[in-house]
């Protein structure tokens, strides 16, 4: 992806070049294991890059609250990569539940180790994100982040529960994208301001950052299902529509639609029942019924009150980062 | 199950009778969740029931080094719920892995529930672990449960390895069931003993206690796999088998085996080219070959392990009934 979003986060990732250095070693350090199969599907991950989006906000987080790394003890590069295992972890659980075969334009974990293998080192990573929490050995932080952990859980379970049921409400459809993407996002900033010991506004603006852009990234993750070419996109459109997944631009064509597109919707989402032509007549739909751009304006809303969330902080070029990050996270679409 | 490990377990259990019941509102007190699938997942599992062993190894080590709770402040019962939920995890995900439809004689959660529930609900009771060892606030004891978590994976995923491979040495599969069932059976003990402030010969004892507890308890288990009845084990008979797992009494039958014996090992256990009368058959070799007396003499080595363990603490009737349950663990074949 070489568009708006791309390029702030690659300016970010170029000012914490240093930081980003140190984690991605020790993302493949701790993820080493004398089971040879684990840092196998590990290399694989890591082949697979993904921006790395949630440790950036990790590293970046507490240097904006000032914090100054002694030599031997990086803190918030050991929970940068602590965040990236919850995160990969979470990502070889989805694509089993999912039955994904491709991740960031590859084929995924499972289609080329198995279901079997995704599922245990999945929990080997999960289980190394809580040995690096303990290693930090701040409780603060470790509640923080086993909390975001039991939340993920939730939002996934409940988009499973929502999963084929147009009837879905659309809070709790923003529940589940709070659930499985906001809540990490936010647990990724406030430890950079936990290790900062700047435990008051700074934390509370953080975890108000993370929220909104983590809400703004799903959603229009979510709009892109049904919007981005798929060599563009890395990963095949229409999947969301595939799986029945009920995201906010079916939902607003839902309610949108005639009689007769809303029996069409019942269809190819409640029942199941696809035919090859269908997801063509869904995009179609989605774009009469303006319902990409209703989900980009409840992104916008979100990317706004993510970077008002920073304004307590001085101006530096970090902060205006952050604030370009948010703006170009909706950017990607327009 | 009503042969002797079940006498020996619900003796420690009445024993212990304040303690369980503690144990067991604390389990479906942490279970619960807004998300109304994990406690409906979860009233499954607690329905199904299971001996609770490696909680009640918790409660019975902390006790065993002379803990005494505070009336609002019982560490041994909220960390007795920890392990069992680290255990029933991996039991979700176990069942998804091997793809088995029974579990304790009941309809395993994935058969129910399906498996993207049993592999995201798992991730919640995983999650909800390191919130209650977050509570507990012991680093050591974090320590302890993160590791083991980290160890049960890594088990796991070795497992996955040698499966289907004769040529899997007994020193491999024993550091699968190391990993597998000992190293939790280990943090269970040992987290009693740190709750009691007895970090030195006492915590020691206990962890030698469960590691070699767990292992005479996995090697049986193995054993009845193939020589057990159904009814009996509240298992399929021959699931092992059928997964082409490799497990001590393939081994042994295989290394005693005539020519035709191997041939008949690689076409059933490495080619997966399995008939119907091909689980008799197996049984037949294991039997002829001493395969599970070879099996339960291990076993009997490990049980006498733990048993002698518990010699450094006074001689009371609780350590007595955990020596008994070292016992009776390998005679449940006997």
Redesign the interface.
């Known amino acids: 992806m070489a568009d708006g979003s791309e390029v702030a986060l690659r300016e970010l990732a170029e000012y914490l070049a240093d930081d980003m250095a140190a984690c991605n070693r020790a993302i493949v350090e701790r993820m080493d294991?004398?089971?040879?199969?684990?840092p196998q599907l590990a290399a694989h991950l890591v082949a697979a890059g993904g921006k790395r989006l949630r440790p950036l906000l990790t590293l970046a987080s507490a240097r904006l609250c000032g914090y100054q790394p002694d030599a031997t003890h990086q803190r918030h590069v050991a929970l940068a990569a602590c965040v990236e295992f919850i995160h990969t972890?979470?990502l070889l659980?989805d694509d089993?539940?999912d039955e994904s075969s491709l991740r960031r334009g590859m084929a995924s974990a499972n289609a080329v180790f198995g279901?079997?293998?995704s599922?245990?080192?999945?929990?080997?990573l999960?289980?190394?994100s809580?040995?690096l929490?303990?290693d930090d050995?701040s409780?603060k932080v470790?509640?923080i982040l086993?909390?975001a952990?039991?939340t993920?859980?939730?939002g996934?379970?409940?988009q499973?529960?929502t999963q084929n049921d147009l009837s879905t409400q659309i809070d709790q459809y923003l529940e589940v994208i709070h659930g499985k993407t906001a809540a990490l996002f936010a647990a990724a900033c406030r430890v950079g301001a936990v290790v900062a010991n700047r435990e008051g506004a700074e934390e509370h603006a953080l975890e108000s950052y993370g929220t909104n852009l983590g809400m703004a990234f799903q959603l229009v993750d979510d709009a892109l299902d049904y919007a981005a070419d798929q060599a563009h996109l890395g990963k095949t459109v229409g999947d969301d529509f595939r799986e029945g997944k009920i995201t906010l631009p079916v939902l607003a064509a839902y309610a949108a639609g005639s009689e007769e597109d809303r029996a069409f919707w019942h269809r190819v989402i409640e029942e199941s029942e696809q035919r090859p032509e269908d997801l063509d007549h869904a995009l179609r739909l989605i774009e009469q019924t303006g319902a990409i751009r209703i989900t980009l304006d409840r992104a916008t809303e979100y990317a706004t009150a993510a970077r008002e969330a920073l304004d307590i902080f001085p101006p530096t070029r970090l902060r205006q980062l952050l604030q370009d990050t948010a703006s170009y996270t909706v950017n990607r679409l327009r």
């Not at 294991?33 to 684990?38: D, E, F, K």
């Not at 599922?119 to 080997?124: A, N, Q």
């Open positions: 294991s004398p089971v040879a199969l684990i972890a979470t659980h089993v539940v279901n079997k293998a599922v245990l080192v999945g929990d080997f999960f289980a190394r809580f040995q929490m303990t050995g409780l470790m509640n086993s909390s952990s039991a993920i859980a939730e996934e379970v409940l499973m529960s």
